[in-house]
């Protein structure tokens, strides 16, 4: 048997890191979203929620993490739908697939630093 | 019909002794081109099942003439000792080459092979791979032979019928291809059988279903004889209905024989007196729990007569009790006979006993061989079980059966090799017409024909019982005839056996047909054996005969297969250089001389 | 050439056994993690457009719509993380003194506890001052 | 026959229809056959059963009936099982569909092609690699216990081919080198004798080898010898994403 040289380490471990980093925050994420933000807002009209929490997400640390969990769980995901496609039935021609689904990856890390770069920072 | 295939050396058997033939002739002759014809897949050969370990010297506590005598006496001196000599002396190599072919035999906390003691044996010298020492060693021999790509070629699933013999060499066989029903020519300049033992000629066994004593057969049928053929190694822990094996190893690792009593019962039969468990100097060598195979089996028989066995639903057992030893040396060393105890008996040896009663599991005899491995028809060599060198005699010792086929196997590939470089020619159109013939019988005596009222299975199981009864652990004039004349009668019967299956694609019903044949013939030459020698010998036990008689019997049975009537039988003596015969001792004498020093 | 024997054809083979669907629900669990990703931006960049952008935000995500489907997230993204966690020490066996340590074990240590860990301490942050 | 039977379905296909014109394309045929059940059967026991007192022509591989040789898988009411451990009493009264193992070529009956396997098993170089072979005179090569234990589980493999029945890629990818292989590979791999792991590297790393996982991990779950050829899979990747990242960061390494 001869075999092709495969890249599919370099995608692997980026879908690796995602699947590790999102695996511990996103469940906080998540609850945090869909749950303790909507209600926090609404038991305190004022703008102290906001505030608390654009200062949590500002300070240059939490943007470094928040980054890194966004991007690499945004390749853990497109890793993984390249896959349940190809496991679909999808198993030849793979190229355009690849290509849309790491390419949206590339742009979801993308619009995230931009967006965390540009979060303005709380006046002190 | 097909082109004949020609290769320089055939090797019949894909098991450890095929395999370690294949790779002497590969690593050593690289310009001879080896076919290796199974009628399995060489990883299902029954090298697979090979539990407890192979013996070579390695410690320095130990020698070469420990390893000698221990293997003599336990042979009750029927083997020839420049066999054993040889035997001894190049198995460490043998053991080491398969270390650096990948086995991965378990180890000290040095990082040196570890070695355990076993029945029979003065010292610890039985290298070991947990209790699954002939599984990896048969892998690891056949994923290096994997190696030898285009020097190896391999026959997988083709099944030999019939040697071919021409200007009074061995050149070939004809092999049936199972996927295809192509009966093949398959010529050779040597041809080496590595083909098993027989012991499926009985009901009760630890072989597999593969073990039909095919080479044996093939080779009786070319003329060749058949040597020590009535000794049959009964292994005496086998799980009861299965008959699946329960290693040695058990015992060799402390565990503990007891009947219905809880009473160590081998203490009655000359094998020492036991020590408690706790005492480290328990299990004793060459005592008790680690005598022969031969005398734990006999000594279950006589347990039996005196009522001390216990009724199981599938005959009477005593305890191999391993609760002793801790939970997680079971799980280290004896892994796979937990498993086996759990899946077959229902029971986990940590918390309960496991039932046993003896099983068939060897054959001491086999196709007549030098110590090269070759027979007296020139080109056709043998080794392992289906051999017989001899150094097993009239019992084997646990764990030098392993070694046996490699030791052996390589000699018999380097001995074939030699042969090939000398003898040319192959005479490959009168090979043909002999094939011719046997393509023709096969097919009328199977496949085309019609009106037959035998049914195989019941044939087989005729000849099971038959043996089991007549030719087991005890032995008599009576019991030895009586059979004689049901596989007489069953030789008969089957000329009018018929067959459902006339198919080519994996027609098993054919080969199992086939098989039968194979298994009568070897059964007989095992029982003319038995009757001829009137004697209690190592494995052979005649009831009417209790005592060993030097005078007439310390000589091997030559059986030589006849068309009408039984076999004749002739003698040969046994090579005897530094041993000369003694008494067998076991126990309290051996362990006086343990402690002596 | 020959045919094999039961091979999977169709787009629904993973319907046939228990494992395969199980399987397949936890590659699936990428889609729902896809869409939260594409919500915690869009949360991102109200943050940043300020607090009436940020309001309307949160305003939105008060809709049961909004919080239905933070349900369906929320059960995927702990099917992830449970499926993660389980199958991680037979990727990087974990060993202590040279004995390794089971599987099970493994996984609470390497996975479980460290996640519970983070999600108190990023739940901790979050609720430290609101209230 | 006893009082108490129970019904096996059994898979039947003969290429060359015994005599009558079958092609390969046609589908399966079941055949039901009444075996007499006892509870310390196995289902290869009632095929032999089968085989001896009803129909000849029923064709099977098995040896050793005890679970070591690896002949006698087959799928068990879809479940691909080595038949000597897979006892009646778990599946009474129910029928019993015996099937031969999936994503193989069926040859006949219950019997599949193993050729493609045994290419992908040489494709790995499933033996000990050594730069310089150590003469046998010299004695082995020391392991340490811990040493031996690091690979030793993914030697107990037993080529009974379940873990490809088990394995949709292996269904889907027909060149998919598989979980067998593949964990034999990184047995020696991960043998500390072993100096080989750079030549394994093209078929490992290939998409035919490790790549070709999805992890499904089913493989492990039918394995009846423990040997987690899924495990053995994801670490096959990690060294293959180490190694990746060596020769682009440093890619006048030798590795």
């Not at chain 2, 076919?35 to 320095?60: C, F, I, Q």
């Not at chain 2, 020139?378 to 060198?389: D, I, N, S, T, Y």
Request: hydrophobic letters at 40%.
């Amino acid at each position: 048997m001869t075999f092709k040289k495969s890249n599919e380490a370099f995608w692997w471990s980026l879908f690796s890191a995602g699947g590790v980093l999102s695996a511990m925050f996103l469940p906080a994420f998540v609850v945090i979203s869909g749950y303790v933000l909507p209600n926090q807002s609404s038991a305190d009209p004022g703008r102290a929620p906001y505030e608390h929490i654009h200062g949590i997400v500002s300070w240059w640390p939490v943007r470094v993490l928040l980054f890194g969990v966004i991007a690499f769980t945004f390749f853990h995901v497109a890793h993984r739908i390249r896959h349940v496609v190809n496991d679909l039935g999808w198993r030849h021609h793979t190229a355009p697939l690849s290509l849309v689904c790491y390419g949206g990856a590339f742009a979801g890390a993308g619009t995230a630093a931009w967006l965390l770069l540009t979060l303005p920072s709380v006046a002190q | 019909m097909a082109d004949a295939i020609q290769h320089d050396i055939l090797i019949i058997g894909g098991g450890g002794a095929g395999l370690r033939a294949a790779i002497a002739v590969a690593e050593n002759d690289p310009d001879l081109s080896v076919a290796l014809v199974s009628k399995v897949y060489p990883m299902r050969s029954h090298t697979v099942a090979a539990e407890g370990g192979a013996a070579g010297v390695v410690k320095d506590n130990d020698s070469f003439a420990a390893h000698c005598s221990d293997t003599i006496s336990g042979a009750d001196w029927l083997a020839d000792q420049d066999a054993v000599e040889v035997f001894v002396a190049e198995a460490p190599g043998e053991l080491t080459q398969l270390e650096h072919w990948g086995c991965p035999w378990s180890r000290e906390p040095s990082g040196h092979v570890a070695v355990r003691p076993f029945g029979g044996m003065e010292q610890e010298r039985t290298w070991f791979a947990a209790d699954k020492t002939g599984f990896h060693m048969l892998h690891a021999l056949y994923q290096t032979s994997l190696k030898y790509e285009g020097r190896i070629r391999f026959y997988d699933e083709w099944f030999a019928t019939k040697l071919l013999v021409e200007d009074g060499r061995c050149q070939g066989v004809v092999a049936i291809e199972l996927r295809t029903g192509l009966m093949h020519t398959l010529a050779a300049r040597a041809v080496i059988m590595c083909t098993g033992g027989a012991g499926r000629i009985f009901a009760f066994t630890t072989n597999g279903a593969i073990k039909t004593g095919d080479g044996m057969a093939l080779a009786y049928r070319a003329g060749v004889p058949l040597k020590d053929m009535e000794f049959v190694q009964y292994h005496p822990t086998g799980l009861p209905g299965t008959g699946i094996l329960i290693t040695e190893a058990a015992r060799s690792e402390g565990g503990i024989l007891v009947n219905k009593h809880g009473d160590r019962y081998l203490k009655d039969y000359d094998l020492g007196s036991p020590l408690d468990v706790t005492d480290p100097r328990h299990p004793q060598k060459r005592a008790m729990e680690l005598g022969p195979r031969d005398r734990l089996s006999q000594a279950f028989v006589k347990e039996h007569e005196k009522g001390n066995t216990i009724d199981s639903p599938f005959g009477d057992v005593v305890h191999l009790d391993i609760r002793h030893l801790s939970a997680k040396k079971i799980r280290l060393k004896l892994p796979f006979v937990r498993e086996l105890a759990m899946n077959y008996a229902g029971i986990d040896p940590i918390r309960e006993p496991i039932p046993v009663r003896p099983v068939v599991h060897y054959m001491m005899g086999g196709i007549h061989t030098d110590i090269h491995g070759a027979t007296p028809l020139p080109g056709l060599f043998a080794a392992g079980e289906c051999a017989c060198v001899s150094i097993n005699g009239a019992n084997r010792l646990g764990s030098n059966s392993l070694t046996e086929l490699l030791v052996f196997g390589a000699r018999a590939g380097a001995s074939a090799a030699a042969f090939a470089r000398e003898h040319e020619t192959v005479h490959i159109a009168a090979l043909d017409t002999q094939a011719d013939d046997e393509r023709r019988r096969i097919r009328e005596e199977f496949l085309t024909k019609d009106g037959g009222t035998e049914r195989l299975a019941a044939l087989r199981s005729e000849l099971f019982n038959a043996m089991e009864q007549g030719a087991g652990i005890y032995r008599t004039e009576e019991s030895l005839r009586q059979t004689y004349r049901t596989v007489e009668s069953l030789h008969e019967r089957y000329r009018n056996l018929q067959i459902d299956d006339h198919s080519n694609c994996y027609n098993t019903e054919l080969t199992a047909a086939l098989e039968l044949r194979n298994m009568l013939d070897v059964a007989e030459a095992l029982l003319h054996s038995a009757l001829e020698r009137k004697e209690s010998r190592g494995s052979h036990q005649r009831t009417d005969h209790p005592a060993r008689d030097d005078s007439k019997y310390l000589k091997h049975t030559l059986a030589y297969r006849r068309d009408d009537g039984p076999p004749r039988i002739k003698y040969q003596d046994v090579v005897i250089t530094k041993w000369p015969p003694g008494k067998r001792v076991y126990g309290a004498e051996a362990s006086e001389a343990a402690t002596g020093c | 050439m020959k045919q094999r024997y039961g091979t999977p054809l169709g787009p629904t083979w993973f319907l046939g056994r228990a494992a395969y669907r199980r399987f397949m629900a936890r590659e699936a669990t990428a889609f729902a993690m896809a869409v939260f990703l594409v919500y915690l931006l869009l949360w991102l960049r109200s943050l940043g457009q300020g607090y009436t952008a940020y309001g309307q935000m949160i305003e939105l995500a008060k809709h049961p719509i909004s919080v239905f489907v933070h349900g369906l997230i929320f059960g995927a993204v702990l099917y992830h993380s449970a499926t993660w966690f389980n199958l991680t020490p037979k990727i990087m066996p974990m060993y202590v003194a040279e004995e390794k340590v089971p599987d099970f074990w493994a996984a609470i240590i390497m996975g479980y506890l460290p996640c519970v860990a983070v999600t108190t301490v990023v739940l901790w942050a979050v609720l430290r001052s609101a209230g | 026959m006893p009082d108490t039977t129970i019904t096996l379905d059994v898979f039947r296909f003969q290429p060359d229809g015994g005599g009558h014109a079958r092609r390969s394309t046609d589908g399966p045929t079941f055949k039901a056959y009444r075996v007499p059940y006892h509870e310390h059967w196995v289902v290869l026991d009632a095929l032999n059963w089968i085989k001896d007192e009803l129909d000849g022509t029923l064709s099977y591989r098995w040896s050793c009936r005890m679970g070591v040789c690896g002949s006698c898988g087959m799928m068990v009411n879809g479940v691909p099982k080595l038949t000597c451990a897979a006892f009646l009493k778990d599946y009474y009264p129910g029928t019993i569909r015996v099937e031969p193992l999936t994503y193989f070529a069926v040859e006949r009956d219950l019997i599949v092609d193993m050729d493609g396997f045994l290419g992908k098993l040489k494709s790995v170089k499933p033996w000990l690699i050594r730069e310089n072979e150590k003469p046998v005179d010299e004695g082995e090569y020391l392991q340490s216990p811990n040493e031996l234990a690091s690979f030793k589980q993914y030697s107990m493999c037993i080529n009974c081919l379940l873990c490809y029945a088990a394995c949709p890629v292996v269904g889907a990818e027909e060149d998919f080198i598989g979980p067998a292989a593949l964990a034999i590979a990184q047995r020696y791999n991960l043998d500390s004798r072993d100096q080989g792991a750079a030549e394994r590297a093209d078929a490992l790393s290939a998409d035919e080898g490790a790549w070709g996982c999805t992890f499904v991990g089913e493989c492990s779950e039918v394995c009846p010898k423990n040997v987690d050829p899924a495990g053995a899979i994801q670490r096959v990747k990690v060294d293959n994403v180490k190694d990746w990242y060596r020769k682009l960061l440093m890619p006048w390494g030798h590795r």
